[in-house]
């Protein structure tokens, strides 16, 4: 990827709020978090889960109530549809009926995301797509690029949600830096005439590949129960990129 440069020794620029505009900063991420994990009987679902969403297959009801034990059979059906909202908030995938008896489901990608290679441990694949969609959020809503210091600042409060919830996930800073830099997702880089040296991180090209701004945004609007269009300007850009005409930011022209 080309360098772009930008102001401030290649900081990226913060989204100036307008009086119309909805403040970025009111986003609720923590509902990723705490929407999947509203039923800790349930965890042992997502592996199953994305698994099949990894091989494209579709889901049963019965393997869905065989996955989650003999001792919670009873409750699951009671509990689907709330199921159904925390997967769609926490992974950005909709579990849709495929015939009309409600016995099969598709996977949907809502976000695209495929998070291939990424879920080998089944003990943290909730923290692992978590992190990933919360970074791939922030960068957008940062100017499409995030300082390394701002980022760990966030991270900090990510690892405190994280021990609410009793999820426990050694070094995420290894994984950002690491693991998601190597699937692409994300570009991790210094920041251009830096002095001294910083780093930052953007959207890899797996990111652009597999998702948008438009569906990023859509994703952080409904945590919040908001219609995109409550964040006139990250629609505006979100809209231009989908219509083909990406505008290159000031100060970060070749």
């Not at 772009?4 to 119309?20: A, I």
């Not at 990424?118 to 957008?140: A, G, R, T």
């Amino acid at each position: 990827m080309a360098a772009r440069q930008s102001c401030q020794c290649g900081e990226g620029r913060h989204r100036q709020n307008t009086q119309e505009s909805k403040p970025v900063e009111a986003i609720n991420f923590s509902q990723i978090l705490q929407g999947v994990l509203l039923h800790d009987k349930i965890r042992k679902l997502m592996p199953f889960l994305l698994r099949k969403y990894q091989k494209k297959e579709q889901i049963t009801m019965e393997e869905m109530l065989h996955t989650v034990g003999r001792d919670y059979r009873g409750e699951f059906p009671a509990i689907f549809r709330e199921f159904c909202e925390s997967v769609s908030l926490g992974f950005g995938i909709d579990i849709r009926k495929s015939d009309p008896f409600g016995y099969r489901y598709k996977l949907v990608p809502v976000l695209g995301l495929t998070y291939s290679g990424l879920l080998d441990d089944d003990n943290q694949i909730v923290p692992k797509v978590d992190i990933l969609i919360f970074i791939l959020s922030l960068i957008f809503l940062n100017g499409n690029r995030i300082s390394e210091e701002e980022l760990k600042t966030k991270l900090e409060r990510w690892e405190m949600l994280a021990r609410i919830e009793n999820i426990c996930f050694k070094n995420p800073w290894k994984f950002i830096t690491e693991d998601l830099v190597w699937a692409q997702y994300v570009e991790y880089r210094q920041i251009p005439n830096s002095d001294p040296v910083r780093y930052e991180f953007l959207w890899g090209p797996r990111a652009h590949a597999e998702t948008t701004k438009m569906k990023m945004l859509e994703h952080m609007a409904k945590l919040n129960s908001e219609d995109p269009r409550a964040y006139p300007e990250l629609y505006e850009e979100a809209l231009t990129e989908e219509r083909g005409a990406v505008r290159v930011p000031e100060g970060q022209k070749k």
